[in-house]
Every structure is written in C-alpha cells, then in structure tokens.
C-alpha cells in the first residue's frame, strides 16, 4: 500500500483540512478589504454579504475540523508510547523526535505549539463569522466592528501559518506512516 | 467591567436595536475570554497546579484542556450575548480588552514561557 491510514489521516488534516483553512482565512481577508472598499465608495450593486459571511463560516468549520481531526485522530498516534527495548522508533514519532537533542524542540516546541494554538483560531475565526452572519452590510459599514474582525482575521492567519509551518517541520523529520 | 455606565450603554429604539453592536461586542469578548481560559488551563498544567482530566485516553490531557477551554468560551459567550443584545456599547474599550485577553491566551501556549514558571 502507497500510503497507510495513518498517514493518510496526517495529509487530511495538514494539507486538507489546514491547507483550505489557511487559504480560507486569506481569502476571507480579500474579501473583507473588498467589501469594505465597496461600502465605503457606496458603490451600487448587490449585496453579497451574505455569501461572505459564508465564506467565513466555512473557513470556522476548517478550522474546527482541522483541530479535532488533529486532536482526536492524528495525534494519538503520534503520542503513543514506545514499547520497551524498541529500537526501531519510525512508528513512534514523539519518542523518535525525543530520544535526540536535536529533534527533541520539534516535540517540546513545535508539537506543543500546535496541540493548542489552532483551538484559539477556530474560536477567532467563529466570532468573526459570526458577527459577519448577524450584521450582514453593517458588518462592513461600522468601522469598530470591521477592523476588530480585520485584526482577529489576520491574528488568526498568522497563528495558523505558523502552526502549518510547525506540522511540516515535524512531519519531515517524524512522518506519520 | 462596568456594562451599565450611560457611557458604556445607551437605549437602542427597535430599528437601531437590530444594528447595536452589543453582540458583536458579546462575540469578540468571549472569543478573548475562551483564548485566556485555553492559555490558563495549559499554564496551570505546565506549573502542575490544575491538570484537566484526559477526556480521550489517546490523546492525553491535551483532549480535557482544550474541551474545557470551549466549554469556558461558549458559555462566556452565551452570558455576554444576552446579556448585552440589543445595546449599543462604547466598544473601543471591550475590543481593546478582547485582543488583550486573545494575546495572553496565545503567549500562555507559547512553551518557552512555561520554562519561566
């Protein structure tokens, strides 16, 4: 078999479920620009911000899924223990980055990192696309609401980037196979 | 936090109600308060004060922290949303307070600051 389950799990949520998400959440940031511009020109046309708050709730559920798929399904894997007097550690990515001091920051750095830091986004990413969904053109109009939504967006991209950056790094040295 | 100072608050007539910003405010606040319990509840493990329970044995604690930082964050967010609904806020104060309760959340995951507990 080319790839295993679990190794097909990692790619669902690194390259799938993170990859989309992070492409959301910049589209949702070129969309938010857009719209702004178009509400501060009065431009006519129709409105679309409900496609766009849609959008933004797409990017949530990516988030999520990105999360609990990574929680719940990649990660325990990654975690288990190595058996005693097991020398051959391909099957134990946590043990296999630790046993050498320099892997051991990808476990005690970048995996910590990760375990934690997509949870905030997602949380982010929701009250963005909820209060996008509530106030519909508003969202865009009032300032105050539109930059704070601008800031927790562009928090969020940088925190998942980042977390994405950290998973390629481990998956490198300690693939899931 | 004062919520009731003729600052903080005015009387929205029905058609403004539906455009005051107190949902949005409701929001962004629990979203900083859920980022501040997820930063807690990791601190608190690493200085091993309050280990959340393991809710998945697989995944380890990591499977408790997270659930009840959701928890905290949901239930924040459903206090605040109806308790300021239809109000319109002086929000400049509560977003600056959200994106610092969101910034501590995300310092408290950073682990080389749990080597300075």
Request: glycine residues 8%.
């Amino acid at each position: 078999m080319l790839f295993t389950e679990r190794s097909i799990w990692t790619m669902i949520h690194g390259i799938g479920l993170g990859g989309t998400a992070l492409m959301a959440l910049a589209a949702v940031l070129f969309a938010m620009y857009l719209m702004r511009r178009s509400h501060l020109r009065a431009t006519e046309g129709e409105d679309v911000s409900g496609p766009v708050a849609a959008l933004m709730w797409f990017t949530a559920a990516a988030l999520w899924l990105t999360a609990l798929v990574g929680t719940y399904i990649v990660f325990p894997p990654y975690r288990a223990a190595a058996p005693e007097g097991t020398t051959l550690l391909a099957q134990y990515p946590r043990t296999m980055l630790l046993a050498d001091p320099e892997t051991a920051w990808l476990h005690t750095f970048a995996m910590e990192t990760k375990e934690h830091l997509p949870w905030i986004a997602a949380m982010l990413a929701t009250a963005v696309a909820f209060a996008a969904w509530r106030y519909r053109s508003e969202f865009f109009r009032d300032p105050r609401i539109y930059r704070m939504a601008t800031i927790l967006t562009v928090i969020c991209l940088a925190a998942v980037a980042y977390v994405s950056l950290l998973g390629v790094f481990i998956n490198k040295v300690a693939p899931l196979e | 936090m004062a919520m009731h100072g003729p600052t903080d608050r005015t009387a929205a007539g029905p058609r403004s109600r539906e455009h005051a910003n107190g949902v949005a405010v409701a929001a962004f606040l629990a979203a900083g308060i859920g980022s501040l319990a997820m930063g807690l509840f990791v601190v608190l493990n690493e200085a091993d004060i309050y280990s959340a329970p393991s809710l998945y044995g697989p995944a380890g604690g990591v499977s408790g922290r997270t659930t009840f930082a959701v928890i905290v964050w949901l239930i924040a967010w459903a206090l605040l949303h109806f308790r300021m609904r239809g109000r319109q806020f002086d929000s400049r104060r509560y977003y600056l307070i959200a994106l610092v309760l969101t910034g501590l959340g995300i310092l408290m995951t950073y682990p080389p600051l749990w080597e300075l507990l």
